[in-house]
Structure formats: C-alpha cells, structure tokens
C-alpha cells in the first residue's frame, strides 16, 4: 500500500495504541482537534480521551508527565506540535528523563515526537532540527526517519523500546511523498543506517529530509558518471558506526549532509567517527554540507538560501570527485 | 481526565466555583459569586519580617545585611492533637524524627573525618514536616524527596545507611556510586522517584506517576516536596497546574523554610502566603506549622485522602526554618541570628518530645531515654555498614546508560489498563487543513 509519510507516523501509532493497552498519547490539540498537523486525527474517537490527552501549553509538564507515567509501566507518545518547542522542556529531558537509567536504573519507555525541519517557510521558530541538542545527550534515542516504511516501522520500534526515544518527523516530507508500506506488523530496528542507493564513486552521509535531496542529486550527477551512494542513517543517536565506516571504505570518499547549523552539527561527530573507523580509506577531504551558522530566516529567498539544496550536493561532489 | 456526561462543563472548586462557558452575563448568579479561603491550622503566626539593611562596621565602611523585624519574644506554641493519629502512631514518627536527625548529625562527623565526598544537606528544624508527610502516604502511593528529605526515606522504608552510603559515594548506595544525597529511587518497592537538583521538575513527573495509576483504574497520592525558593521556577506552575486540570492526587508540600540558599523568602515570592497560590490553580491550599509533626499529618493525610478520592491536587504549605547553612560548608552567615534563636525555640524534636511525656505521658521518661538509646545503636550499626562498603571500581563507571538486554521488564504497576474502543475500525488518510504545508 502507497501512503504518505504522515500516514505511516499515524498507522505506527494506531497500531500500537490497538496492540498495547499502556500505550498513551499527550499533547497540544491533540485530541478532538487531532494535532496541528492531524497526525492524532480520529484517534480521540478511537480510543478515548483517557488515552488521547489535550493538555495544557506546557512542555516541561508533557515532558514531566510522559516521563511520569513510564515509571509505572505505561508507553507514552508525547507529541510536540512543532520539535522547536522541545526546548522548553529540555531540562525535563536532559537531566531528569535522558539520566534516569544510568543513574538510579529505572527504565523510561517514553517517546516524544512531533514535525522538525524547514523548507516550508515556517521561520525561526517553527523550522528548526533540534536533533543535535540530544544527540549530545547520553541515554536518549534520537530517531529521524526518511521514508513511509521507516516512519511507520521506527515510530513503532520507538514505543516497544525500553529507553526514551525522541521521535524527529520531517515536516517537509509528511504530505509530500509517498511509499510502499506492508500490511502486516514490521519493525525498523533503531540504531541502524540502510543504504538508500548504491553507488561507487563518493559516499553522502545523511537523513531524514536530505536523503531525498541526495537522491535528486544522484540522478544528475549519474548522467555524468558520477555515482553516489547514499547512506540515510535513520537513528542519529546512536549512530551505526559499522555502516559508516562500510560506505567509507567502499567508496573512499564521503560528504556529509544535513540541514542543521554547520559548527557543532552532526557532520563534526561523523567525521571523527570516520577518523577512527576509516581514516585510511579515505581519498579526499571530508566534506559538509550544512545550514548556516545562524536562526532558520523566514522569508522565502533567505530559508532557500540557509538550507542546503541539490545544487550543493551536485557541486561538492563533482569538486570531491575531481580530488 | 474523567469524562463526565453531564450538560453543564462547571464545576465547584474547592476554593470557590468558576463559571465555563459563558452563560448570562445580566444578572448575578449566586453560584458565580467567588469564595476562597486558605485554611491555617498553626496556633501562632510569627510575624517577622527580613530585609536588607546598610550597616558599618567599627571602620566605618557600610555594608548592605539582612536584618530580621517583628515579635522575635513571641511564646512558643504548643503542639495541635492530631484529629488522626493514635498514641503509637504520634510515638513512631517521633522515633522516625529522631533517626532522622541522629542520621544527620552521624553523617556530619562523617563528614568532619573526611569520608563524604561533596557536601552534606541537612533538614535540621523540618523532621516533623519530612516524616510526618510521608507518614501519611499508603504503602501503594508515590513519593519522591527533597534533598531536605532525608527522614521521609526513613518513613518508607529506606535505611539510614542507603543515604549515608549515597553521601559517601560508596559502591553498595543504591546508585551503586553514580550519585550522591538522596538521588535515588526505587519504582519497584517503595514507590519513589529520584530527584534531581534542578527544583521543580519532580512537580509534573510525580503528576505523570498519578496518571499512569489512574490508566491502571487506581487513583493514588503521589507526594513531593518544594521550597519557598524552589516554587519559584515556571515548571512548578506547570507542574501543579497540570495535575489540577486532571484531576490528579499531587500532594505537593512547600517548605516555607524561609531561606533559599542565602536568599529570604521576601525576595522569592510577593504574595503573604505561598498557599495563597492554590487559588490560582483551582485547588485547596492550606497553611500548618511545619515544626509540628500532628498539624502536619493532618494536613497530609487529609491531602492524601482527597487523592484516593480522585478529586485532585493539594498545596500543603509548611512554615519552619531551615536551622543550618544550604548544605554544609555554609556557615548561614547572612541569617539574622535572633532568627535562629527564635525557631531554636520552636524545635519540632524537643517540642513533640515534650507533647509526648509531659503534656499527653504517652512516654515515661525511661521510655523516651530507651527509645533514644535504641535509635542511637540503629544509627550506629548503619554507620558501620555504610563505612565498611567499599568504593566503586573505576570501571563500574561504564555501562547502564540505557535499558537493553532485557535488564528491565516493563509491565503495568497495578494492572493492565482496561480500554475502550470508539469509532473508526482504522487511521483514516486525514487531508484535513494543517498548519504548514
């Protein structure tokens, strides 16, 4: 069945509300209204407002709640209505829920999820990719699927898993494509990368909405002989460093693609990574491809301009090929 | 939040009724007409007031102090009967009072022998507040401490050595040496969470904790802790209030001890009394002497049972001091000290010891000094054991960060929550109008 990335975020959780009476959701304008971007429509009707929770405009309470609620066994799914605002509750996440494991053993099987991501002209405040922010955080999971299948098998190993997950859905991407999704109950497991074209001549690291730009790329640059492979990570932490260093050695050369701010981005960590996996392997200079080192600006000229587009990819990589 | 099929949204507040939903404006409705009260059980209201003040010294150079005004003679009060609690039960949170106390003077010579690393917290002048809030938990509810806390992990079971073993970063604390104090907890037996130093935050968790519970068909009372200073932060408002919408048993207690770190409560908060601020969230509130263990066990007890009664939140406010510096090394200083001679005055110990075998003779003399000596040998024999476990080994610092390999299974605390399914046999493909496109 073709369906759209958004669909496959509202049948994972469906599903799992169906199979697994602890699972709950949270949020704001979640329920009768469905989300601000219907991701829980019908879902009030379905299950209930007991299990389907407008609350107040409160993060840190969402946060504090979800967080509550898992130390007595239940699975809640916190949705943020756009992940900019995650960071209101970031102290919630970062030294109460990310810690709770490693420092007094009680497992937190919570997932927080919500729209990131630019390219719809949404400003400073509501096209943001805070991913990084957790990333350096220790004992969450941070989880950026790319396509329907992985949006629906990830959101599901998310609520299965025993650890807090933060769930990042690409805004751009939820009406925008659609894919091949199998009926029967799957699982994408977390922590794992796939390769999401084949390719020989360099390799582009990436995620979530840049696997897409990428693959654009990949179909001008191979009219050129150039052939990209093209690793979407999935998971952002952890990072599937196997696979890293796979396509690493495979092609020896490597761009790094994502649609975050430039210094202290995700490329900087994969670098090192390929540092320590596969500096020997290398023919070239790693190279990023990244935001700016500035907010997200909101008007149309400007967010293009921020953003990395198929005519960088295109251009990095015939400049890395020619090394 | 419990779905009542009534026409009417409104709903009478225990502090005063709030219309919802418009309604006729044109004339007054009795029913609208807006009535709080704050109910104060204290048998005193100390009036002293804290401001800073220039001063110089014999050199003549000014220096900016706080300086303490009001009746700083006032008689001391004598302890409230309890509408609750039995001889026994008054007897055994007063032997908690004072494991809590002998735990804390134990754990400053540990201290001055230079076997606890950090600092060391004390809740010197609130072990009636500490042990006697925690008294009034049920064995299946929630609590989750402060790090004034140290007697109401007594109350519900934890040894004396846990938290002596945690200041000492020892291998056998319950974090097994990955924190100090009393961050800790315990989701399988004593129903505890963790705090952490950021204050607030446990406010909404310990919310979560009662919603998880009331999904699992129990309505139970989870209990936390806040300072004067602590209630500043906007989570706590968060927090609180999100347990007021739903309807969720928080029994939240605020220790108006007066001074947070170096700084009164004058400059933390404007209103006379923090209680004050139920108001605002729509629940009770209420004022007791937190140095008088009875008034406040009554005061919880009464909290908790509103829990177990589904019918929501309680701020419970308890007025005491803080008799020592934020933690150890803090020599307090900047407290006035008429202060400290008059809430010395006031100890929560040495009054309910008085209540107990002079006033009441529930304990004879004898009684009280064996009871006295008991807690002394418990103090001592968990001192030994806290001593004598070792250091964690360098490497114990790896692993654990996330729950894996079937180190946890997760199942519902009480019970399976029983579901409801409504409409709609699957997700319908929504195309619904959204926010961004």
């Known amino acids: 069945m073709q369906i759209t990335y958004l669909e496959a975020v509202r049948q994972g959780i469906w599903e799992e509300m169906d199979r697994d009476p602890t699972v709950f959701c949270l949020g704001e304008d979640i329920g009768i209204y469905g989300g601000a971007f219907k991701v829980t429509d019908g879902f009030i009707d379905r299950f209930g407002p007991e299990r389907v929770i407008d609350t107040p405009i409160a993060e840190s309470a969402i946060v504090g709640a979800a967080f509550g609620a898992s130390l007595t066994g239940m699975r809640p799914v916190a949705e ?34 919500g729209p990131s991501g630019g390219y719809v002209h949404g400003g400073p405040f509501h096209s943001q990719n805070p991913e990084m922010w957790f990333v350096h955080n220790p004992g969450l999971k941070v989880i950026c699927p790319a396509t329907p299948y992985d949006a629906k ?15 990042f859905e690409h805004k751009y991407l939820y009406r925008r494509i659609k894919g091949e999704v199998p009926s029967e109950d799957y699982v994408v497991p977390i922590g794992k990368a796939r390769v999401a074209r084949e390719g020989r001549d360099l390799s582009i690291i990436t995620y979530a909405a840049m696997v897409h730009t990428a693959l654009e790329a990949a179909d001008i640059l191979s009219k050129e002989g150039i052939d990209l492979e093209i690793l979407d990570l999935r998971t952002v932490s952890p990072l599937d460093r196997e696979a890293i260093a796979r396509t690493v050695k495979k092609t020896n050369k490597v761009i790094i693609l994502h649609e975050h701010s430039r210094t202290g981005g995700l490329a ?15 023919d070239g200079p790693i190279v990023r491809i990244a935001g700016l080192d500035s907010a997200i600006p909101f008007s149309p000229p400007q967010e293009e301009h921020y953003l990395p587009k198929v005519s960088d990819v295109v251009r990095e990589a015939r400049r890395l090929k020619a090394y | 939040m419990a779905i009542k099929k009534t026409k009417s949204n409104s709903k009478p507040s225990s502090n005063g009724n709030r219309r919802h939903n418009g309604g006729s404006q044109s004339k007054v409705n009795h029913a609208d007409l807006r009535t709080y009260s704050i109910p104060d059980h204290r048998l005193e209201h100390p009036n002293l007031t804290v401001r800073q003040a220039i001063e110089k010294d014999k050199d003549g150079s000014e220096h900016v102090r706080y300086e303490v005004t009001g009746n700083l003679n006032a008689p001391v009060p004598p302890i409230r009967d309890s509408k609750y609690l039995s001889q026994q039960q008054c007897i055994e949170i007063y032997r908690y009072m004072l494991l809590n106390r002998k735990m804390e003077v134990a754990l400053e010579n540990l201290y ?75 989701i399988e037996k004593r129903n505890m969470v963790s705090p952490i130093s950021m204050l607030g935050d446990l406010i909404p968790v310990m919310a979560g904790v009662a919603l998880g519970a009331r999904l699992q068909g129990r ?37 108006s001890n007066l001074w947070a770190y170096s700084t009164p409560s004058e400059m933390q908060y404007r209103c006379k009394d923090i209680a004050e601020r139920a108001i605002g969230y729509g629940s009770p509130g209420v004022i007791v002497d937190g140095t008088d263990a009875c008034q406040v066990y009554d005061a919880a007890r009464d909290a908790v049972e509103r829990a177990h009664r589904g019918e929501g939140p309680t701020l419970i406010e308890a007025k005491m001091m803080r008799m020592k510096g934020h933690a150890i090394h803090d020599a307090a200083a900047y407290v006035p000290k008429p202060m400290f001679d008059f809430w010395k005055k006031r100890d929560p110990i040495a009054r309910f010891e008085d209540y107990l075998v002079k006033e009441k003779k529930w304990l004879t003399a004898k009684e009280n000094a064996d009871l006295i000596s008991e807690v002394d040998r418990v103090i001592e024999a968990e001192r030994e054991i806290a001593v004598n476990s070792p250091m964690p080994t360098p490497e114990s610092a790896e692993g654990g960060v996330f729950c894996e390999d079937g180190c946890h299974d997760i199942k519902p605390k009480y019970a399976m929550p029983k579901v409801k399914k409504g409409a709609g046999a699957g997700p319908k493909q929504t195309e619904a109008a959204v926010h961004l496109r």
């Open chain 1, 268 to 282: 900087g960590e994969i670098a090192a990574i390929i540092n320590e996996e596969a500096f020997d392997d290398l």
């Open chain 1, 80 to 113: 943020f209505q756009f992940m900019d605002f995650i960071g209101c509750a970031f102290n919630q996440i970062s030294n109460m829920v990310a810690k709770t494991h490693y420092l007094w053993g009680a497992p937190a099987p919570l997932v927080l999820r």
């Open chain 2, 219 to 255: 309505d139970i009372a989870v209990m936390t802790y806040i300072g004067d200073g602590g209630q500043s932060t906007g989570v706590t408002y968060e927090g609180i209030n999100f347990a007021a919408v739903q309807n969720l048993g928080l029994v939240l207690v605020v220790e």
């Open chain 2, 112 to 186: 001055k022998q230079g076997k606890v690393v950090g600092g060391v917290y004390f809740g010197l002048g609130q072990e009636a507040c500490s042990c006697a809030s925690a008294y009034a938990l049920d064995k299946d509810d929630w609590f989750a401490p402060m790090i004034r806390n140290q007697g109401s992990l007594l109350v519900r079971g934890f040894r004396a050595a846990d938290t002596m073993m945690q200041y000492m970063a020892k291998a056998d604390s319950p974090t097994r040496g990955r924190d100090g104090t009393s961050h800790f907890g315990d």
């Open chain 1, 153 to 167: 098998g990830l959101i599901k190993a998310a609520i299965r898993d025993n650890n807090p997950c933060i769930f």
